[in-house]
Nanobody, 126 residues
Framework: QVQLVESGGGLAQPGDSLNLSCKAS????????IGWFRQAPGKEREGVAC????????HYASALKDRVTISRDWSENTVHLQMKNLKPEDSGNYYC???????????????????WGKGTQVTVSL
């Protein structure tokens, strides 16, 4: 059974950086595409970044691509989301999700993912 556990959230100030982690178990590294999504109160869940399975390509939300980087740590079976120059509108609950994907491609639609973590909260405020 695939399980995902997010960590690394917390309170940050505008301009700070954060590194979120998504630790996977029950699956081999690279077996699934992994996506990061976020949801702010009262708003719909939106895709942030994803990485395709195996040596798959990465894909970023266009509005965030200059400030976020997604990467795999193969030895730890973990996918990281590095965020820099944080803004208050980055606040929300951040989730990672696993999906089969298609070859090495991933999508930023939550419908493409079957297994979700419980999320980690990010709050950006002065």
């Amino acid at each position: 059974q695939v399980q995902l556990v997010e960590s690394g959230g917390g309170l940050a100030q505008p301009g700070d950086s954060l590194n979120l982690s998504c630790k996977a178990s029950g699956m081999a590294p690279g077996d699934y595409a992994i996506g990061w999504f976020r949801q702010a109160p009262g708003k719909e869940r939106e895709g942030v970044a994803c990485v395709g399975r195996s040596q798959g390509r990465t894909h970023y939300a266009s509005a965030l691509k200059d400030r976020v980087t997604i990467s795999r740590d193969w030895s730890e079976n973990t996918v990281h989301l590095q965020m820099k120059n944080l803004k208050p509108e980055d606040s929300g609950n951040y989730y990672c999700a696993a999906g089969a994907g298609v070859l090495g491609v991933c999508i930023l639609s939550h419908g493409g993912y079957d297994t979700w973590g419980k999320g980690t909260q990010v709050t950006v405020s002065l």
